[in-house]
């Protein structure tokens, strides 16, 4: 039973928190609302009309709060849409995070195991580089959690506009988690090159502009500025 996620854990999801909120923000604006069915078998998800292909992570009950990964589950771990959740843990057994690599956690010990749940799937989102995530009743009770894999859904490039957002609330998505590590992880997932400082991070973005992130004594974002060249 635990009660919050491991210092691993953070390590190895908050490089992502970023851009990865950046993400599942166009994701779920790509997504229109609607009823939803899906083919596990065929990786077939659809909803308000559109078709998408996708991957399965786990499936959460909400009675007792336990999470079950995709690749454990005995209904389709040796299947094809299984692979999302496969990939999630070769990437714990690479970083020594056991959040991925044991088949089940009881997440009922947390302050609010629902918003654990929307972490963990989170946090597995961004390890591997998914364009987003989903989280849907697939049974009274019962949430299962996907990724798409599907080259339709749009993928993020840094907007100078909402650039300061973006990191400020990447920042603060996951617990314990070092600003300057997220503010570097944003840069390098999108290829920019980044200029180091003992108070801040510097990179040239996409459309020629340059920003700057300060931080301050404690290690938090003082500021975020973008100078238009």
């Known amino acids: 039973m635990i009660t919050s996620f491991s210092d691993a854990f953070v390590r190895a999801t908050e490089p992502h928190a970023a851009w990865g909120w950046e993400q599942l923000e166009a994701f779920t604006a790509f997504m229109p609302s609607g009823p939803w069915t899906a083919d596990l078998g065929q990786c077939l998800y659809q909803q ?34 299984a692979g999302a959740s496969a990939a999630v843990r070769e990437c714990g057994l690479r970083d020594g995070v056991r959040e991925f690599t044991e088949e089940g956690l009881d997440l009922s010990s947390f302050p609010d195991p629902r918003m654990a749940v ?65 503010v570097g992880g944003y840069f390098a997932h999108h290829g920019l090159p980044q200029r180091p400082s003992p108070t801040g991070i510097g990179a040239g973005l996409p459309n020629g502009s340059a920003v700057t992130v300060s931080f301050d004594e404690a290690g938090r974002i003082a500021s975020v500025d973008v100078t238009a060249l």
């Open 48 to 81: 308000g009309g559109r078709d998408l292909r996708i991957s399965i992570l786990g499936t959460f009950d909400e009675s007792d709060g336990s999470w079950l990964w995709g690749w454990a589950n005995p209904g389709f771990g040796d299947m094809p849409v």
């Open 118 to 182: 929307e972490h963990l799937a989170f946090g597995a989102m961004g390890v591997i580089g998914a364009a987003g995530y989903l989280g849907v009743e697939a049974a009274p009770g019962t949430r299962v959690y996907l990724v798409p894999d599907d080259p339709t859904v749009p993928r993020t490039v840094p907007d100078a506009v909402t650039l300061p957002r973006v990191l400020l609330t990447g920042a603060g998505l996951i617990d314990g988690a070092v600003p300057r590590r997220v």
